[in-house]
């Protein structure tokens, strides 16, 4: 296999929160108080819609889709949730230094270095190149024919991050490592902050279906479980094998998706935007994302 190059999950589709718009001849991500289910084709108008996006906007009230049914791609909280600091080069879209706010990959004009990762909020580096919590999850939505291929959600925002994380690890505590299993839903929450003016502020939130129980989803999730290891279907091997993968290269994106990311990182507009998080709270996510990932592995 060629070294360098991450291999990540197969992704059959993208899922935000509202849409890109066109401003002064640039198309950028505007907040909205709704899920978009896209392809990964991407035209003059926009991204284009998945046909799934269709099925759950009819059921919807108002044609807004605030829940979605999921399942996750693996067990493994820290496979379904990668979140590190990021920072990337806005002229050239590269990475520049991805950290765990332990340990950090930087680029230098002779390679790589590994350096401290005290966090965005100590960091000079970050500073400058403008750094910010960035996560991805993988999630499966049903409907989709592919067994294997996940829709991905990429945020930069500090509460969907720390509600996915929280929740990933609760449920593959109780469910004695079976996440895959169960079956949930990407929720949409709003909250109100002093930072942000007690205007409504948009995360993602990670439950069971509403007509579950606990004890009915765990039980359920148990059984599809030894199902699915009865008929040969093994789950370690495959979360080996993407680990594995995911470990090939020093970052994630590749080439060809960080144009597209670095509206979504740098966007040029930020009236809606997350408010920045004072120091008691990026101390929190610093420690959050010690628990998170390793140094290597739009929306809120």
Request: charged letters at 25%; hydrophobic letters at 30%.
């Amino acid at each position: 296999m060629i070294k360098g190059l991450a291999i990540t999950p197969p992704i059959i589709g993208r899922i935000s929160i509202g849409k890109l718009v066109n401003k002064n001849d640039k198309w950028l991500p505007e907040k909205d108080d709704s899920f978009t289910l896209t392809t990964q084709v991407q035209s003059r108008n926009g991204w284009l819609l998945h046909p799934l996006h269709q099925r759950y906007a009819e059921g919807a009230a108002n044609g807004k889709i605030r829940a979605i049914p999921v399942r996750v791609l693996f067990n493994d909280s820290e496979l379904n949730l990668r979140a590190e600091y990021s920072a990337f080069d806005r002229s050239t879209g590269r990475p520049l230094c991805v950290g765990n706010g332990e340990t950090a990959k930087r680029v230098n004009e002779g390679g790589m270095e590994e350096v401290t990762c005290p966090g965005p909020e100590y960091c000079r580096f970050a500073h400058e190149q403008g750094c910010k919590l960035y996560g991805r999850l993988n999630l499966q939505v049903e409907g989709q024919n592919d067994e294997l291929g996940s829709f991905i959600f990429r945020t930069t925002g500090y509460n969907s991050v720390r509600t996915l994380a929280a929740r990933l690890r609760y449920f593959e505590a109780v469910t004695g490592g079976h996440t895959r299993h169960l079956a949930l839903q990407l929720k949409l929450r709003a909250k109100s902050t002093t930072q942000s003016y007690r205007t409504p502020v948009y995360y993602v939130d990670l439950t069971l279906r509403d007509e579950d129980t606990l004890a009915q989803a765990v039980s359920t999730a148990l059984q599809e479980a030894e199902h699915y290891r009865q008929s040969g279907v093994d789950i370690a091997s495959l979360e080996h094998t993407a680990r594995q993968l995911l470990h090939n290269g020093q970052f994630e994106d590749g080439e060809d998706e960080v144009p597209l990311l670095l509206d979504e990182f740098y966007p040029e507009q930020t009236e809606q935007s997350e408010p920045e998080n004072k120091p008691a709270n990026l101390v929190k996510a610093t420690r959050l994302t010690n628990k998170l990932g390793t140094v290597v592995p739009s929306t809120k």
